[in-house]
């Protein structure tokens, strides 16, 4: 089975800018939650989407947003880029029951993106 | 304030030895901790979930501890191989487990030297 896919993996912008990451869950998962990782804080929770809908929302401003599709796939969008952005975005999928304690979580191998 | 922490400093070790990993919280209650693996490059890989009235789980070569006085879990990995040299964090879920929101810990680096 093929394992979750996250794309582009590499990106730079400046700021200002906008930003659209890619993420293709495990075939089957219903669920797609989107993480952003940085050195100084690990891993923080963006939100989570199940069945088109967000489902799930960390502490971030507005100007990350997300979508997910009828066939799962998500993107993630970030607009008026800030130096602070810069992270490793992690997405992962899983099947999506309500219990997260046995719901695994898989993750994609992130998108780095770094603003100039 | 609430927070989870474990070891800043990389642990380096000798093959064959046990590996030892702390995750300490405050101010939460969790209804259980996980522990994942992470490679450079790779997203976190789940390893092991452990919940509050779990003293002790165990999977090959890992073991994980839960001590809800402590507010602690311990991870170790016994026998280590220089293939099990990666970054160790630990999550919980403040919210029992019926969302997403888990707390992360910043992950320990372990290095196991042939």
């Known amino acids: 089975k093929a394992g979750v896919t996250q794309t582009p993996r590499y990106l730079i912008k400046t700021r200002g800018q906008q930003v659209t990451l890619s993420c293709s869950p495990i075939?089957?998962?219903?669920?797609v939650s989107w993480y952003q990782q940085t050195p100084g804080q690990g891993l923080q929770f963006l939100f989570e989407?199940?069945?088109?809908?967000?489902?799930n929302k960390g502490n971030f401003p507005g100007r990350f947003s997300g979508r997910q599709f009828s066939n799962s796939r998500s993107e993630m969008n970030v607009s008026t880029l800030e130096l602070g952005d810069s992270a490793l975005y992690l997405c992962?999928?899983?099947?999506?029951?309500?219990?997260?304690?046995?719901?695994?979580?898989?993750f994609g191998p992130g998108t780095r993106l770094t603003v100039l | 304030s609430q927070k989870i922490e474990q070891n800043s400093e990389a642990l380096n070790i000798q093959e064959g030895k046990t590996a030892t990993l702390t995750c300490n919280y405050t101010?939460?209650?969790?209804?259980?901790l996980q522990w994942y693996r992470q490679d450079p490059g790779r997203g976190p890989v789940f390893l092991l979930l452990?919940?509050?009235n779990e003293k002790e789980k165990r999977k090959e070569r890992l073991k994980v501890t839960f001590d809800t006085t402590l507010k602690q879990s311990l991870f170790h990995i016994t026998a280590s191989q220089p293939a099990d040299s990666a970054t160790y964090l630990c999550?919980?879920?403040?919210?029992?487990?019926?969302?997403?929101?888990?707390?992360w810990g910043l992950g320990t680096s372990l290095a196991v030297n042939p």
């Open positions: 452990i919940r509050e």
């Open positions: 992962a999928s899983s099947l999506g029951t309500r219990d997260s304690s046995t719901d695994t979580q898989y």
């Open positions: 989407y199940f069945s088109e809908t967000q489902r």
């Open positions: 101010n939460y209650s969790p209804a259980y």
């Open positions: 999550a919980l879920d403040p919210w029992a487990g019926n969302n997403r929101k888990l707390i």
């Open positions: 075939s089957g998962h219903r669920s």
